[in-house]
């Protein structure tokens, strides 16, 4: 039978006590438990659009650039 194994996240308490998040089928008998403390991740913000747009890298085109392509692309449409 191949051996197979399964991360469930739990607690520790009275330094023997361990307490798991959610149940493990199939796995009754005998267990080998390795412990690793969990450090808790950082809490995230979500950034504003101002936000996001400043942390781009910049770009490298110029304005009078820009202005050209918008001109350009104006003058190709039509009254219709």
């Known amino acids: 039978m191949a051996e197979h194994a399964l991360i469930v996240r739990g607690r520790i308490s009275n330094s023997r006590h361990i307490e798991l998040d959610e149940a493990v089928p199939g796995m009754d008998g005998e267990v080998e438990v390795v412990v690793r403390r969990v450090t808790a991740p950082e809490p995230t913000r979500a950034l504003d659009v101002f936000e996001l747009i400043s942390a781009g890298a910049p ?19 039509s009254d219709g």
């Open 59 to 77: 770009g490298t085109r110029s304005r009078a650039d820009i202005d050209r392509q918008i001109a350009d692309e104006r003058g190709s449409w």
